[in-house]
């Protein structure tokens, strides 16, 4: 049994470390023929450089809207407005990075020009606060204590086996 | 690619840390299997590694391959993802039977000192039969399931990276105890007979089941994220979910099914015997055998061959003297010209992550040695090193020196000085070498060797005897004494009597003179020589001599004070006292008088005071005794300072690498020194009492001295850093 333990121990450092990404679809709004998404990575999304990604489809949102230009304008939580470079990719897609200075909600409106007709679409992102390091650390800070708490039941099993 | 594929794809990327974790379990259970299949060959065959490897690579796919990037807008790739984890990966794993492999395959002080209290106890074990028993295990997996796939709980996952991966922790765990009673993890009992793990599987598949089917025949998404995801491959919301419930249905209930199959024709071909009654098994130790470096293939005769130290000794020589020409001759600035980059950034690196992977490698392959060994065949050394100076209060005095004038006169940042430093360097030691005898200069005067020598106490190669017994009937003693074709140690350290690594230069001479080949290169035993009393060969007791304990504190607080000087803050700092003073050498000498001797002083006082009220001891047990312990931390501050250089400098060539992870590398590696640091100090302590309160009061003041510098190792890591020598944006 006391091996199960020990397994498991192995196990779950393995499992801690489950966890992978890619962007996140942070939303999608349909607007008269066009269909527009937005991903942004990393996740979570908090204060600091994101990558921003936008993908403009047809109404059934099933085919790629050719011809399209596109640009971004975040408004802040403090009313500060940024223009986003937007740079078309060879995939189809508009990508910017934008510097989220603050965390809260930002809105954002994605104004896209197509065979004359413009349209403007505006969606929230919640941006979290930036972490901070002691949280971004948080494991190899308690990691110490952990062990030495670890280290004191060690030795209060080995002292009451001695004394047994 | 899809537009859609591309903007999921485009930021996704590999967690390396990850990938390490997997390679490390599985070295960890092939190194165990192999030890098994020898001993133990009927029960873990090719079969077993196969499995369990396979398990790891599952889990690896899971986790950091493109199905995890695009659960987020496919469920069905999503379904596959926990598919993976739930079934797949735990059902290898286990099928691998990695119980015994991973405990074998954990080094013995770990398994034996460190998990062993913990694995005698009767509460864990109680715990352990508990959470493994079928009805505990069977209604954990079910629950997990099927909360994890309420809509509430799901919309939760797939919104909230924190929470996705709880949702996979719960899986994962949840699946390990679930196959647990059914594979029946050897050495164990069950506690159920195997036939009544085929109505187990098929309960449990019936949930799979239901979910299944819910998801396939729905008339409407359950998951109102992937509703509105943008769609992949042009598969609708409504089919995406229809073909992850058949996912989960069909593979999800082939996996139960097979081994209920199996199970069940297993029972019918076998009469009931009951549940396995027997003892648990008592696996007879087995006497680890002295592993030893130089048998090893390639690398064993590679390191005994005659020419092997001389051919490292002229590579060195040979980018000594490249260094050298280049600061003489090359760009004066320090980026553009060896050297100012090659000591201080390469070779400082390797050589502390050589001390911390291997042993003292730099002096085995010394370039300044080789010209001294030269010189001495035209010049024989006439006098012995004088008594008064045969410690290491000069090394001491020396290496105080180059701290403070590496900081003071920015030999990184001057390449002309760098290369003075090193032709002076070579001019002292043929001076000292050709004459005293012996190697006089290594021993008591050069501050690199004494920095590795002291920094060795906790590499994990030391060179040592095979076999005692063979050196008792030994009477020529060559090891030390040399013989006609090769020279005996030069630092008289007489390998039976030789203790760790302290003034070990690993040069071999002993290991080529020894006529029967009974010296090594084997495990040390780091804690060990921290904390032994016993006295070595060619340096007595280490925890009674003053100029050794002076030696370690100053490489120990030169550590933190040679980092800190690199931060911005410090530096500005410097700068204001700069000002006030008038001049930047009186600071540092004020910062180094301060830093590496009045403040360690007053600090060490105050410890050794409290420890010999506490322990009834004289100054010298107290503070000679516990020096030593904080050769962890000094190195483990040393070797993240060392390693940010040569990192930062390795993602200037390799930004793809990215950087995040070297303030987690430094972290961790400053962890381990404190808690090796700690773990001595506590042994120390144990020397003066049995009772653990009073070990507890002796240890403390050492507690708070190695938390404090700890602390302000963090303090360093965080602080912004001044790149010395590296051409930085």
Not at chain 2, 5 to 15: D, K, N, Q, R, V
Not at chain 2, 131 to 158: C, D, M, N
Not at chain 2, 575 to 589: D, I, P
Request: with cysteine; hydrophobic share 50%.
């Amino acid at each position: 049994m006391r091996q199960r333990l020990a397994i498991m121990t192995v196990i779950a450092l393995i499992q801690a470390s489950a966890f992978a990404d890619g962007a996140a679809v942070q939303f999608r709004i349909p607007s008269g023929e066009l269909n527009v998404t937005l991903f942004a990575s990393p996740r979570p999304i908090a204060a600091g450089v994101i990558e921003l990604s936008l993908l403009v489809q047809d109404k059934n949102g099933t085919e790629l809207a050719l011809g399209t230009d596109a640009s971004m304008v975040l408004r802040g939580p403090s009313g500060s407005t940024v223009s986003a470079s937007v740079i078309r990719r060879p995939a189809g897609l508009y990508e910017a990075s934008v510097a989220f200075d603050r965390p809260g909600k930002w809105e954002v409106t994605v104004k896209l020009e197509r065979n004359g007709e413009q349209y403007a679409i505006g969606g929230n992102i919640d941006v979290a606060p930036r972490p901070s390091k002691a949280s971004s650390y948080a494991g190899y800070f308690a990691f110490p204590p952990i062990a030495v708490v670890l280290f004191v039941v060690r030795e209060t099993l080995l002292h009451r086996r001695s004394k047994g | 690619m899809d537009p859609v594929a591309s903007a999921i794809l485009e930021p996704w990327s590999i967690h390396w840390d990850t990938i390490f974790l997997l390679v490390a379990v599985a070295v960890v259970y092939i190194r165990g299997w192999v030890h098994l299949h020898t001993e133990l060959s009927h029960r873990y065959g090719r079969g077993k590694l196969c499995v369990f490897v396979s398990g790891l690579a599952v889990i690896g796919l899971a986790l950091e391959s493109p199905i995890d990037a695009f659960g987020s807008v496919l469920l069905q790739a999503h379904m596959i993802q926990h598919l993976l984890l739930i079934a797949i990966a735990p059902l290898l794993l286990l099928l691998g039977q990695p119980v015994l492999p991973l405990l074998r395959g954990l080094p013995r002080w770990i398994f034996k000192d460190a998990l062993g209290p913990f694995l005698g106890a009767h509460e864990l074990k109680r715990a352990g039969r508990a959470i493994v028993h079928p009805v505990f295990t069977w209604i954990g997996f079910s629950a997990a399931i099927i909360v994890w796939h309420l809509p509430r709980f799901y919309e939760l996952a797939l919104n909230s990276p924190a929470w996705h991966q709880v949702e996979h922790a719960c899986f994962f765990w949840a699946a390990i105890l679930f196959w647990w009673p059914v594979i029946g993890v050897w050495p164990g009992e069950r506690v159920w007979p195997e036939w009544a793990m085929v109505p187990y599987l098929l309960a449990a598949g019936m949930v799979n089941m239901g979910l299944s089917a819910a998801l396939s025949f729905s008339d409407h998404v359950f998951y109102p994220t992937y509703a509105t995801a943008p769609r992949l491959w042009g598969i609708s919301a409504l089919e995406d979910q229809a073909a992850a419930g058949g996912i989960m249905w069909v593979p999800g209930s082939i996996v139960m099914l097979i081994p209920a199959a199996i199970l069940g024709v297993r029972a019918l071909q076998k009469p009931y015997a009951g549940p396995a009654r027997t003892a648990p098994r008592v696996l007879t130790p087995v006497r680890p055998g002295v592993w030893d470096l130089l048998r090893t293939p390639v690398i064993g005769p590679v390191l005994q061959h005659r020419r092997f130290r001389q051919t490292a000794q002229m590579a060195m020589l040979a980018l000594a003297a490249m260094v050298t020409w280049d600061g003489f001759r090359g760009s004066q600035i320090a980026p553009l010209n060896l050297a100012g980059v090659l000591p201080w950034i390469h070779w400082r690196g390797f050589a502390v992550i050589a001390l911390l992977m291997a042993g003292n490698l730099f002096c085995m392959a010394c370039p300044f040695t080789l010209p001294r060994d030269l010189a001495r065949r035209l010049v024989t050394p006439r006098y012995r090193w004088p008594i008064w100076l045969r410690s290491k209060w000069l090394a001491a005095g020396l290496l105080v020196t180059y701290l403070w004038a590496y900081e003071a006169f920015a030999p990184w940042d001057r390449p002309r000085a760098t290369a003075w430093m090193i032709v002076g360097y070579f001019a002292a030691v043929l001076t000292v070498d050709t004459l005293f005898k012996g190697a006089s200069f290594c021993k008591y005067v050069c501050p690199i060797g004494q920095f590795h020598f002291v920094h060795s106490l906790v590499s994990p190669l030391r060179i040592g005897v095979r076999e005692p017994s063979i050196c008792r009937t030994c009477a020529t003693h060559d090891c030390i004494r040399g013989n006609a074709g090769q020279r005996g140690c030069e630092l008289k350290l007489f390998q039976p009597k030789k203790l760790g690594n302290f003034d070990c230069t690993f040069c071999l001479d002993c290991v080529q003179a020894c006529p029967e080949s009974n010296v090594g290169i084997l495990r040390a035993d780091q804690t060990k020589s921290l904390v032994k009393t016993d006295p070595g060969s060619g340096i007595g007791r280490l925890s009674q001599r003053w100029d050794v304990a002076a030696l370690i504190l100053i490489l120990v607080f030169g550590a933190f004070i040679n980092a800190a000087g690199m931060t911005e803050r410090v530096m500005m700092w410097m700068h204001r006292w700069h000002a006030y003073l008038g001049s930047m050498l009186a600071v540092v000498t004020l910062m180094y008088a301060a830093g590496l001797l009045i403040i360690p002083a007053a600090l060490i006082a105050v410890c050794g005071w409290s420890t010999r009220r506490t322990a009834h001891i004289s100054w010298r047990d107290a503070i000679c005794g516990f020096a030593p312990t904080f050769v962890p931390l000094g190195f483990s501050m040393w070797l993240a300072h060392f390693s940010n250089h040569l990192f930062t400098w390795s993602n200037s060539l390799a930004p793809a690498l990215g950087s995040n992870w070297i303030p987690s590398l430094e972290l961790f590696v400053l962890d381990l020194g404190l808690l090796v640091t700690l773990y001595a100090s506590w042994r120390v302590a144990g020397r003066f009492s049995e009772i653990p309160r009073t070990v507890f009061t002796v240890s403390f003041p050492w507690t708070v001295l190695a938390g404090g510098l700890y602390a302000s190792s963090i303090w360093i890591v965080f602080q912004p850093m001044q790149m010395r020598g590296m051409l930085m944006r």
